[in-house]
């Protein structure tokens, strides 16, 4: 599966949107791009994935761009309960396992 | 969304014992299940992948013979920590995958922290 790069940690200001950015410019055309977050000593939590399209779902919404080369997180108006590592995974689905990387430290400030 | 449970969600134990970890597909069959393991500050591991019916496939610097992992069936998978030292002490997680397709999402349980004294 191909590599992702994302900062290591971002701030958003609560009722804001927080828009978390990811690399994947070596992605090939069979993976799908995988949003996960883990909160503070939880499992990971699924929160959206696509493959070209821009997805929307309760929790977030998810743009790639159309070269596929990255993609951003949208959270539309993060909360305290979004402060979380955030996970961008490109994923072919032949390895059936996910491969988190380093992730997104978000910060929602009161 | 479907569920996976973690139990325990904690454990202590003394050095040299064995603590066994449980995983399950509360809603769903899970033929495949996996276990990760995640030091402080770090991201998640892979640790080994857990096949219904068969023998679990371990990543490279993994020892199989002090992680034990057993898949009686499609909703169970448990890991035992075999003679516990203190730098086996970490977070371990499970995940599963709804059988019907490898393009669903990856459901994981809540943790446990393990505590080796």
């Known amino acids: 599966d191909a590599k992702t790069t994302q900062p290591p940690s971002m701030d958003c200001a609560e009722g804001r949107a927080a828009n978390l950015p990811c690399n994947h410019s070596t992605i090939s055309g069979n993976e799908y791009v995988y949003w996960y977050r883990q909160i503070h000593s939880q499992g990971p939590q699924y929160i959206i994935h696509?493959?070209?399209n821009n997805e929307t779902n309760e929790m977030a919404s998810l743009i790639i761009t159309e070269d596929r080369k990255s993609s951003t997180l949208i959270l539309p108006h993060a909360t305290l309960r979004d402060t979380a590592v955030y996970y961008c995974i490109a994923y072919s689905g032949s390895a059936r396992q996910l491969t988190f990387g380093s992730g997104t430290q978000l910060t929602v400030l009161p | 969304g479907a569920v996976v449970s973690q139990h325990p969600s904690w454990v202590i134990c003394k050095s040299g014992t064995s603590v066994k970890i449980e995983c399950r597909s509360l809603d769903f069959q899970a033929t495949t299940m996996f276990w990760y393991r995640q030091f402080p500050k770090q991201s998640l591991m892979l640790m080994a992948t857990?096949?219904?019916?068969?023998?679990?496939?371990?990543e490279q610097g993994v020892e199989k013979d002090k992680f034990l992992i057993n898949h009686a069936s499609l909703t169970l998978s448990t890991l035992t920590v075999t003679s516990a030292h203190p730098e086996d002490s970490s977070f371990y997680i499970c995940?599963?995958?709804?059988?019907?397709?490898?393009?669903?999402?990856?459901?994981f349980g809540q943790g446990t922290r393990l505590t080796v004294v």
């Open positions: 995940s599963a995958r709804d059988r019907q397709g490898a393009h669903t999402e990856a459901f």
């Open positions: 696509g493959l070209k």
């Open positions: 857990s096949n219904e019916g068969s023998k679990a496939t371990y």
